[in-house]
T-cell receptor, first 115, second 115 residues
Framework: DGGITQSPKYLFRKEGQNVTLSCEQN?????MYWYRQDPGQGLRLIYY???????QKGDIAEGYSVSREKKESFPLTVTSAQKNPTAFYLC??????????????FGPGTRLTVT | AQSVTQLGSHVSVSEGALVLLRCNYS??????LFWYVQYPNQGLQLLLK??????LVKGINGFEAEFKKSETSFHLTKPSAHMSDAAEYFC?????????????FGTGTRLTVIP
């Protein structure tokens, strides 16, 4: 079955540690996205990538980093510089192309807790 | 600039009653509009989308939405609520036609269905 996988489902880290969240898709989509979800705030865009080896900052990129070395993979690193990292993180993908808003397909999410 | 406003962060309906979730958008370009549903601790699933053409859009699980340009609205409705409809619902709008295939999400409406 085609889809998006995120691992792990739950992640616990100590403050000051970097942590990497995995996102893999087998939908052959060009574009991938990372969102952060906090109660009452909806989804906020962290980073997005339209093509391999290229990515752009979203609305709340500070304290995060990404890479896009393969079409299928778009890992997100939450660095120690992120002041409030505890949140639910969602990865999504879509077909590419400007001028057309393809729907985004979402993974199941990773809940990160930093203490 | 594009934005989405979802009126009512919480909506409660009785089982069998009409479901109406409100979404108003602001867009400087012809909008593409989406409704997504999220069940607890899961990713988002597309309910329906409006791109061009017919303004009444039918989606999955008996939901539909009507694009009203004059009112800048895209409200989601379902004639008869079912217990399984209890979830959080997000409205989204395209950010740009010239940039990346990005969506701007509303803050969500949590639907409770009372037996």
């Amino acid at each position: 079955d085609g889809g998006i996988t995120q691992s792990p489902k739950y992640l616990f880290r100590k403050e000051g540690q970097n942590v990497t969240l995995s996102c893999e898709q087998n939908l052959n989509h060009d574009a991938m996205y990372w969102y952060r979800q906090d109660p009452g705030q909806g989804l906020r865009l962290i980073y997005y990538s339209q093509i391999v080896n290229d990515f752009q900052k979203g609305d709340i990129a500070e304290g995060y980093s990404v890479s896009r070395e393969k079409k299928e993979s778009f890992p997100l690193t939450v660095t120690s510089a992120q002041k409030n990292p505890t949140a639910f993180y969602l990865c999504a993908s879509s077909k590419g192309g400007q001028g057309i808003a393809y729907e985004q397909y979402f993974g199941p999410g990773t809940r990160l807790t930093v203490t | 600039a594009q934005s989405v406003t979802q009126l009512g962060s919480h909506v409660s309906v009785s089982e069998g009653a009409l479901v109406l979730l409100r979404c108003n958008y602001s867009s400087s370009v012809p909008p593409y509009l989406f409704w997504y549903v999220q069940y607890p601790n899961q990713g988002l699933q597309l309910l329906l989308k409006y791109t061009t053409g017919a303004t009444l859009v039918k989606g999955i699980n008996g939901f539909e939405a009507e694009f009203k340009k004059s009112e800048t609205s895209f409200h989601l409705t379902k004639p008869s609520a079912h217990m399984s409809d209890a979830a959080e619902y997000f409205c989204a709008v395209t950010r740009s036609w010239t940039g990346a295939n990005n969506l701007f999400f509303g803050t969500g409406t949590r639907l409770t269905v009372i037996p």
